[in-house]
T-cell receptor, first 109, second 117 residues
Framework: LAKTTQPISMDSYEGQEVNITCSHN???????ITWYQQFPSQGPRFIIQ???TKVTNEVASLFIPADRKSSTLSLPRVSLSDTAVYYC??????????FGPGTRLSVLP | NAGVTQTPKFQVLKTGQSMTLQCAQD?????MYWYRQDPGMGLRLIYYSASEGTTDKGEVPNGYNVSRLNKREFSLRLESAAPSQTSVYFC????????????????FGPGTRLTVT
């Protein structure tokens, strides 16, 4: 089973770029990597997904090196409202979602 | 378009009681999932259903049963509740799992907070 490892917590200041790295050493050839955001008392919300190299959307970028043993979520210019828990997931065989322990990001003014 | 709905929002059970958590989605999604989230922890997959008529175990299936009643509805049953099952339960759905290039975006419901005393 592809387990993921992330930092437990991170602090940042408003306006800074935040990079959260996830390790997934046992990822298989067909597995995808996704990232989710969760606010207190809410269900997680999808941010971005990728298979290899770099993916960018309107809120984040995802960097995946060639060996795919890790991935980095990049949040440009964070604001106070980005304070949340961020989860890295490996999607096993296209249908089994394995959440990691998450990274608690605190954005300070 | 309500997305994913869950009932009830809150529930308190005594040890040994049974109950069914209901989940429905109106997005015509193929796959549905049940997770539990203990305080301060990440989500753990209990069961999932990749299509109507199929169900598979996730990471923590013991003590639970599921039914994919139709494409819209996926229920989770606790036959004999235990204090260790005190948690927040989330239901989720996705559109096209398993196809290359598909989106793996899961849509989550608001959760059910269950306390077993």
């Amino acid at each position: 089973l592809a387990k993921t490892t992330q930092p437990i917590s991170m602090d940042s200041y408003e306006g800074q770029e935040v990079n959260i790295t996830c390790s997934h050493n046992n990822i298989a050839t067909n597995d995808y990597i996704t990232w989710y955001q969760q606010f207190p008392s809410q269900g997680p919300r999808f941010i971005i997904q990728g298979y290899k190299t770099k993916v960018t959307n309107e809120v984040a970028s995802l960097f995946i090196p060639a060996d795919r043993k890790s991935s980095t979520l990049s949040l440009p210019r964070v604001s106070l409202s980005d304070t949340a828990v961020y989860y890295c997931l490996v999607v096993l065989d296209g249908q089994n979602f394995v959440f990691g322990p998450g990274t608690r990001l605190s954005v300070l003014p | 378009n309500a997305g994913v709905t869950q009932t009830p929002k809150f529930q308190v059970l005594k040890t040994g009681q049974s109950m069914t958590l209901q989940c429905a989605q109106d997005m015509n999604h193929n796959s549905m999932y049940w997770y539990r989230q203990d305080p301060g922890m990440g989500l753990r997959l209990i069961y999932y259903s990749a299509s109507e008529g199929t169900t598979d175990k996730g990471e923590v299936p013991n003590g639970y049963n599921v039914s994919r009643l139709n494409k819209r509805e996926f229920s989770l049953r606790l036959e004999s509740a235990a204090p260790s099952q005190t948690s927040v339960y989330f239901c989720a759905s996705t559109s096209f799992p398993g196809l290359a290039g598909s989106s793996y975006e899961q849509y989550f419901g608001p959760g059910t907070r269950l306390t077993v005393t």
